[in-house]
């Protein structure tokens, strides 16, 4: 385990996030930095949950179910109820996610066959309208 301590701007410049991102989490009781002085000091183990967070954010899960799982992490050290909670949300991302899939394959599907009558009725146009031109030309 590493001594390595983190300043809120180390922390979050080295996770690709604003010091404002990381205090929000403090915030939201997400994160428990020490205190040296009036300075948030944040060690390897705070580093770590900040990862948690920001991935649980990325796939998709609330602030609530985050602090739910990091929750977990902490009252069990075996992880094992940590992993079970894990497992029932991701399946029901999934579930959610593939149900995004099928609407959004539906809705591009439509969307093309739209496209597809609209360069159709674009070319129909123009075919009629190149006989008029030349005729007016002569």
Do not use: W
Request: aromatic residues 6%; positive net charge; glycine residues 4%.
């Amino acid at each position: 385990m590493s001594d390595t301590l983190y300043t809120v701007t180390q922390l979050a410049k080295d996770l690709g996030v604003t010091a404002r991102t990381v205090r929000f989490y403090e915030d939201k009781g997400l994160l428990t930095p020490q205190r040296a002085g009036n300075t948030r000091v944040y060690t390897h183990r705070d580093r770590a949950r900040l990862i948690l967070i920001l991935r649980g954010k990325r796939l998709g899960f609330s602030l609530r179910e985050i602090k739910e799982y990091l929750d977990l992490y902490d009252a069990d050290p075996t992880q094992q109820e940590q992993l079970r909670a894990l497992l029932k949300r991701i399946q029901t991302r999934i579930g959610s996610l593939v149900d995004q899939e099928q609407a959004l394959v539906e809705t591009l599907a439509e969307l093309r066959a739209i496209e597809q009558q609209a360069q159709d009725a674009l070319a129909a146009l123009a075919s009629s309208e190149a006989p008029a031109k030349s005729r007016r030309a002569r």
